[in-house]
């Protein structure tokens, strides 16, 4: 789709954005999804396009707030403006202007109106235990909350790691019951974002995804799109050659760690957590800004069992999904030789010729033997 | 039956079979009293090679470059310059880590250091010798005549010789106590179980080693370990681990007469590439063969005589040859 | 005695001696290649092969080839068949030649050859290695081979006094002559034993190892007798000796039948025979290789087998392909060191072997025509004066 069929300046007027800015954004955002061109105009027609414009619901349980927080304070073009243009936040427990019943006979109102169209946004854990009274929200438990509203969404995102398995309130030993949205709807497709907090670049490509052609990208078990959570850190990161080349940082400050060793002997959990931070790095803050970046072990803040549940400087399972190449398999030899053609025939050419010779001399010796006779 | 097999089950009973009525065989050796060794544990290794690396820095062994793209250390078996390697065991479409079928695990190879080693018993000129205190096995490249003897006698397929000098010598791991780096008799350990992050490779006497393989061994699957780092007898530090399922097999606890270096793993051993082995080690049969056939060079002697006498009795009376 | 044997006269330099001189330039280039840039510049020599056809086939098989000597010198002298002595003289020197180029062989793979003095140090020595006790007996055994043929130069130059002084120790010679051989022929088997694994268990008959290795050795020098005296009386046009080696042929025989009895016994013993139906490479070789132990044993079985001197020469060079391939079956073709090593000689490996072969043939050709070696021919065939 060439550029110039589209009108883009009612969208320049509403986000505030130039044409060229809002293009690198989708672009972008397309490039990190795995996609090309023509997907980014497609995104950028979806997002100019009012009436494309999901509606959203967006519940807050148990939690910091974390994940709202980074997307308001992400560094990418007038970030905050896209989130809140290319979709129609109808509720959302932080950002609304109002407060009260007022609010929340709001939320009724469009999930009524918007049956089926609506994408539900959870941010935060769902504490079960005692019928789930450690968290209300005008009156009503995020148990009931969430179940009213999962009802008739079209989509479910899970976003931060609250939200995809329980984070924090979910460690040992859980006096809340806290559970993430997945294993709370079980009965429903639930795309997770998980990070402590998640990078909002995951959150907004998803979405878009889903704005622009209707449907969730793929997922793996876990509900994480592939694209995002589809590596471990450890197979992107830059510290990898140092892992491979066993130079490690033992303790922070020493002569490795001065150099940019691999983190793994500190703890770092990037060998078992599934994230895109080595390429997006930390809440697009950029500039290197990310915890393996500024010298410090991944903490594993998106990997259910990782993140809050291992020792911060234990020991990690290497998770690698195929060994890389490098290994020699275990039949793998040093100048292992096999019989060339030449080679071959030389060695046979050598025992005929003395087969030959012996072959000559029976036939002579018989000839002679009989001539005696 | 396959050939593996065969020579797993029948090598005891065969070795028994034939000495019958020779001379009393020489029965494996014993380990040293003060043993050095190591254990690999297959399951804590995660592939890393700082123990690949550590190794070539120690002994100042140059990196083995492939061709002209791979400008890192890509040594793919034991050669002259890599005294270990690791090497990775794979099945369908290796997903699990430790998993004979669709799995994969990491197996490192380096001397074994064996508690009767083939190399010293076939070694001509005493260019290799079992330390008698610790047990390692050394190599004097004075003595070496480059024959490469050990190299057939060794299970492991261990000495490598240096064919691409013409003045090249047998290089093999010698516990970094060789002459001029003897870290083991400065009290310290091997580069390879410095290195290690895991405790993967870990040092120690062969004694501690094996009580150490066994707790293990005795280890329920899922609970969780407090695995040691470094050495066994004072480890530097521990990291806490699930449990893996064990085989219950210590490679090198006995095989042809035991190992210092021993192995442990969730992986059969022959699928990581060890070889066929009884308990009895081969050499204490060829060396039961040799020293009845030349104890005290008794029969040669008797022998000899007895041609002696024959010849002479046989030329007699004609220079050359015996009747007509 | 000097009657009994006279030099050839005639022509050293020939066709096939310049041709063969050109093979051995080509495996002495090489050679030099070797010494320079190291084995792994010519040879396909690795880690889990560090023996080729330089240690096999120039010393395993070679020297087994070269037993020629030794196994006339039993029959002459230690079972008293004196009639089979116009044969020694040629046996010894291909024996000589043979177990030269084994002990060359030897110092061409030794990787640190400069330090071969290491093997005669009494300090140095490992009383525990089958090597160390080959490469004495090896070393001693060519220094035997020469003395015992040490007549036919002494009688080339006249040397009457020195020869009668050494007839008086002579017989202490030929006993170690017949001794050594025995043990490093049976020491050659007792190596497999600790290759261990490596070795194909059709072949790892571990205490049995030496005295097949002794017994294939023996009959291979009968074998090689036959062979040599077969293609002499060609080359050289002269009277076939088939007379004397049809005798032989009857010991090849007893000694066939005692070696199948044992090995196949052992393999029965410990189960082993349904290896050789396997159907993969180890099956295939030990069908060949028992096959070719069979042809001669089923020739000269029968006296017409044994008279036919074309038959009698057919039997010697089944025989002698019988005892190489065992040895290069147990060595190198049927040996695995393990997953993912292979092993065939290069080209210069290959040329290096053929070179000292050549070699060997042309110093063998150069002495028969110039010291008095081969019997007298009694009976000159019509046409000798115009052979080669």
């Known amino acids: 789709m060439a550029d110039t069929e589209f009108d883009f300046s009612a969208l320049e007027k509403r986000l505030n954005v130039s044409r060229r800015t809002f293009l690198k954004f989708c672009t972008g955002v397309a490039a990190s999804l795995g996609l090309g061109t023509e997907a980014a105009y497609a995104m950028a027609e979806a997002v100019a396009d009012k009436k494309k414009r999901p509606p959203v619901i967006w519940l807050h349980g148990q939690e910091c707030t974390g994940p709202t927080e980074a997307l308001l304070r992400s560094e990418q073009p007038s970030l905050e403006h896209l989130i809140l243009d290319l979709i129609s936040l109808d509720y959302h427990q932080t950002l609304d202007a109002g407060a009260g019943h007022h609010v929340e006979e709001l939320k009724r109102h469009a999930m ?41 969404a079209a989509a479910i995102v899970a976003y931060g790691s609250c939200a995809s398995w329980g984070g924090v309130q979910a460690a040992s030993p859980n006096p809340t019951g806290a559970v993430g949205a997945p294993q709370f709807l079980k009965d429903k497709t639930v795309v997770t974002i998980p990070g402590c907090p998640p990078n909002p670049a995951n959150f907004i490509g998803t979405v878009l995804f889903f704005v622009t052609y209707g449907k969730l990208p793929p997922i793996d078990g876990k509900g994480r799109p592939k694209w995002a959570y589809g590596r ?140 005696q006779e | ?15 028994m079979a034939a000495t019958a009525g020779v001379a009393e065989a020489r029965p494996n050796l014993e380990p040293a009293p003060q043993a050095i060794g190591m254990l690999f544990d297959s399951t804590l290794c995660v592939g890393c090679k700082a123990c690949v690396t550590a190794c070539k820095t120690v002994n100042g062994n140059k990196p083995t470059i492939v ?16 005294f270990n390697v690791i090497k990775v065991y794979t099945d369908g479409n290796q997903l699990t880590k430790d998993s004979e079928v669709d799995g994969f695990a990491f197996e490192k190879r380096s001397c074994m250091h064996c508690v009767d080693p ?28 480059g024959c490469r003897t050990c190299m057939t006698g060794c299970p492991y397929n261990v000495p490598q010789f240096d064919y691409d000098n013409p003045f090249g010598a047998l290089h093999k791991c010698e516990m970094c106590n060789q002459k001029g780096l003897e870290r083991i008799n400065n009290g310290m350990m091997t580069g390879c179980a410095e290195a290690c992050p895991t405790g993967a490779t870990l040092f120690g006497s062969r004694e501690a080693l094996l009580d150490e393989a066994k707790k293990r061994m005795a280890l329920k699957p899922g609970e969780v370990y407090n695995y040691p780092r470094g050495d066994v007898r004072d480890p530097s530090s521990y990291h806490e681990k699930a449990v893996p399922e064990y085989r219950q097999h210590i490679w090198g606890e006995k ?37 009845t056939l030349y104890s005290y060079m008794a029969l040669p002697a008797v022998v000899l005589g007895g041609l002696t006498w024959l010849v002479k009795r046989n030329t007699d009376g004609d220079d050359e040859g015996g009747e007509q | 005695m000097s009657e009994h044997y006279e030099p050839l006269q005639r022509r050293v330099v020939t066709v096939p001696f310049v041709l063969l001189g050109l093979v051995a330039l080509v495996g002495l280039y090489y050679l030099g290649v070797r010494f320079v840039n190291g084995m792994g510049a010519v040879t396909n020599l690795n880690g889990g092969f560090p023996w080729g056809i330089w240690v096999v086939y120039d010393i395993v098989v070679g020297t087994a080839l070269a037993c020629g000597g030794y196994a006339l010198a039993v029959t002459v002298y230690i ?31 030794m990787g640190r050859w400069w330090q071969f003095y290491n093997l005669f140090l009494p300090w140095q020595m490992n009383f525990n290695s089958v090597m160390l006790e080959v490469g004495l007996c090896v070393s001693a055994y060519i220094i035997v081979l020469m003395i015992e043929f040490s007549p036919t130069v002494m009688e080339k130059f006249k040397a009457e006094a020195l020869q009668a002084r050494l007839n008086k120790v002579l017989f202490l010679v030929i006993a170690l002559g017949v001794l050594l051989p025995t043990m490093h022929q049976s020491s050659l088997g007792t190596m497999l034993i600790a290759m261990g694994w490596k070795v194909h268990p059709l072949w790892q008959t571990l205490h049995l190892q ?24 060609i080359g050289f046009r002269r009277t076939p000796e088939t007379h004397l080696l049809s005798g032989l042929g009857k010991i090849i025989v007893g000694l066939i039948s005692v070696y199948l009895l044992i090995r196949f016994g052992e393999i029965i013993y410990r189960g082993k025979l349904s290896l050789a139906f396997a159907g993969d490479l180890g099956s295939l070789m030990f069908v060949i290789e028992t096959a070719l132990f069979v042809y001669p044993l089923v020739v000269l079985l029968s006296p017409k087998g044994r008279e036919n001197g074309r038959s009698l020469l057919w039997a010697a060079v089944s025989m002698l392909l019988a005892g190489s391939l065992y040895r290069f079956n147990a060595f190198l073709i049927t040996m695995d060191p393990g997953q993912g090593y292979s092993y065939f000689p290069s080209f210069p490996e290959i040329m290096v072997t053929l070179g000292l072969v050549a070699i060997e043939i042309m110093v063998f050709l150069f002495v028969v025509k110039t010291f008095p070696v081969l019997p007298r021919d009694h009976q000159p065939a019509a046409d000798a004066k115009s052979a080669a």
């Open chain 2, 255 to 291: 095989e042809a007469g035991g190992t210092n270096v021993m192995h442990i793993s969730s992986i059969p051993f022959d699928k990581l590439g060890m070889p066929p082995l009884g308990e009895r080690s081969f050499v204490s049969i060829s060396e039961s063969v040799q020293h």
């Open chain 1, 232 to 371: 471990l850190i450890h197979e992107n990161c830059y510290r990898r050659p140092h892992f491979d080349a066993g130079r490690f940082a033992t303790e922070f400050g020493d002569e490795g760690h001065q150099k940019g060793w691999c983190l793994y002997k500190l703890g770092c959990k990037g060998p078992e957590t599934y994230n895109n931070c080595p390429s997006l790095e930390f809440n697009n803050v950029g500039g290197g800004v990310w915890p393996i970046g500024v010298g410090h072990p991944c903490f594993g803040c998106s990997e259910e069992g990782t993140g809050f549940n291992k020792a911060l400087f234990s020991l990690s399972d290497v998770k690698t999904h195929t060994p890389p190449n490098a290994f020699p398999t275990i039949d793998s030899r040093e100048d292992a030789s096999s019989a060339t053609v030449t080679t071959a025939a030389l060695a046979g050419a050598a025992v005929g010729a003395a087969l030959g010779a012996s072959a000559v001399a029976g036939s002579k010796l018989g000839k002679k033997e009989s001539e």
């Open chain 3, 210 to 233: 030496p005295l097949l290795a002794v017994l294939t050795a023996f009959t291979m020098g009968f074998a090689i007798v036959v062979w040599e005296a077969s293609l002499s009386s």
């Open chain 3, 79 to 109: 079972f008293n068949k004196g009639k089979y002595h116009p044969l020694m003289r040629a046996a010894l020197l291909a024996s000589l030649l043979g177990y030269g180029l084994g002990g060359l062989g030897a110092i061409i793979d």
């Open chain 1, 112 to 152: 009524q109106e918007n049956k089926g169209k609506y994408l539900l946004v959870v941010e935060g854990a769902i504490p079960l235990a005692q019928d789930g009274i450690f968290c209300k929200i005008g009156g009503q438990t995020m148990v009931d909350a969430t179940r009213e509203a999962a009802e008739n």
């Open chain 2, 1 to 15: 039956m396959n050939r593996r097999d065969f020579l797993k089950t029948s090598l005891g009973s065969a070795a």
């Open chain 2, 67 to 82: 061709g002209e793209d791979l400008q890192w250390d890509s040594a793919r078996d034991l050669a002259p310059e890599t």
């Open chain 2, 118 to 145: 083939g190399c010293v018993s076939v070694c001509p000129v005493t260019a290799l010798v079992k330390d008698p205190v610790t047990g390692i096995v050394t190599y004097d490249v004075d003595a070496c005549i």
